[in-house]
């Protein structure tokens, strides 16, 4: 029942809430031909670490990713293995791209470094942002924006994004030390970093949906609650959603 209840309440969030500060006419800095954008990731999960992000700033056209589809390859490598290497390569292929920057990894209950886009003057109008990471003590778990609108914000003006978790359907939640990229696996002595990412599909979902929430080894002896006997992660693994807070800026 409690895993219900996580799922319906992550299902009520998957439309993100937006807080938009600031003016809301179409106001340029001077004359300038650029606009920048300040993205801040906050990690609001107690014990989750994020992994570096890909933030990528583009016209409508392009999503990493379609709820109750396939993830692509791309994904699932940041999904399962924290690398945004080949999430940023597919973007800066699209047609629609117009900037992207790899953020910082963010530590739990943190505010992350600023990373800053950079796009033409005459594409705010339809303006759209995408920024993805793994929570890395998790076997395909994510989070983020999925081409968010942030068109036409006027200079100074303030959009924050609250959101929840995604699994990536590539990777069973097996949650054992040998199958995750983050810090728990290389504590109970797994495969770690080199450990993450596989290219065989063995989750029998197979499309990206709404994440329950991780298991985790306790009451795993007790077969009237819920555990996992293989998962080498602890309740301080466990998160609610919203998993983060994405606040963007227009600073020019």
């Known amino acids: 029942m409690k895993t219900k209840l996580i799922k319906l309440s992550a299902i009520a969030l998957t439309t993100a809430l937006v807080v938009s500060c600031g003016s809301d006419n179409d106001s340029d800095s001077g004359n300038s031909t650029q606009a920048e954008y300040a ?41 399962e293995g924290g690398s945004a290497t080949q999430l940023l390569d597919e973007a800066r292929a699209a ?12 530590a739990p209950r943190s505010i992350g470094t600023v990373t800053t886009l950079t796009v033409p003057s005459s594409e705010v109008e339809n303006l759209k942002l995408s920024a993805l990471t793994m929570l890395i003590d998790t076997n395909d778990a994510f989070t983020g924006l999925n081409a968010m609108d942030i068109s036409n914000m006027a200079v100074g003006q303030q959009k924050v994004f609250m959101t929840v978790s995604w699994d990536s359907g590539t990777e069973a939640n097996t949650e054992t030390a040998d199958s995750m990229p983050g810090p728990a696996a290389q504590a109970a002595g797994g495969g770690g970093a080199s450990a ?19 298991v985790t080894n306790a009451n795993a002896a007790d077969p009237s ?3 996992l006997t293989t ?20 600073i020019r």
């Open 225 to 227: 609650m819920e555990g």
């Open 231 to 250: 998962s080498i992660l602890d309740e301080g693994a466990r998160w609610d959603n919203p998993t983060a807070k994405i606040l963007v800026e227009r």
């Open 95 to 106: 047609n629609e791209f117009l900037d992207a920057q790899e953020g910082a990894g963010v």
């Open 39 to 79: 993205v801040t990731i906050t990690n609001l999960t107690y014990a989750q670490p994020f992994s570096p992000a890909s933030i990528v700033a583009h016209q409508p056209g392009y999503q990493p990713f379609v709820a109750g589809e396939a993830a692509s390859v791309a994904l699932e490598q940041l999904a």
């Open 196 to 214: 993450g990412f596989s290219a065989v599909r063995d989750d029998t979902a197979d499309i990206v949906h709404i994440h329950r929430g991780v």
